[in-house]
């Protein structure tokens, strides 16, 4: 099949590529690397991710940084970019700076700790996607339709965004 023939219906909810704009990342940190490229291996392996109102996919999302706000520029193979939404991160601030305390906590552990602590810092950091996702999904509503697992690994790449050095 080609790419200009005609998909089942459910293809469209989705999304075929994911792009960080170069401006908005700072590439100093390998964890925070690793995290980046996981997220976007995974979403791109199985994600739910459409416009509402549209049914033009599947899509393209390139994510960045404006003056401090998320950019989320949505195209698909034929229109880039059909629409930006840009999204206020306050909501997320708090969860962005707790997830890279948790992450750097994760990552010193897994050297030395035993696998219970490993274990518990992990589960903090679960409960942060959760709670990330969750605002996140609140955020997007009547914008972007995204199921949780998806929600969860764009809340990585937020983060890996806001990443600082």
Known sequence: MNDFQQQPKADTARLIAI????????????????????????????????LEGRDDGPYKLTLGLIEDRLALSVGNEHVDPIVTH?????????????????????????????????????MGRRALHDEGSRILMERLKGKIRVDHDTARRLFTLICALHWKG
């Open 86 to 122: 840009v999204l206020s991160l306050s909501p997320l601030r708090r969860l962005i700076k707790d997830y890279f305390i948790v992450c750097d906590s994760y990552y010193d552990a897994i050297r030395s700790a035993p696998p219970s602590r490993i274990q518990s810092i992990d």
């Open 19 to 50: 792009k960080l704009d170069e401006k908005s990342i700072r590439r100093c940190n390998p964890n925070i690397e690793h995290e980046r490229e996981v997220a976007i291996y995974d979403i791109l392996d199985c994600n739910t991710f459409a």
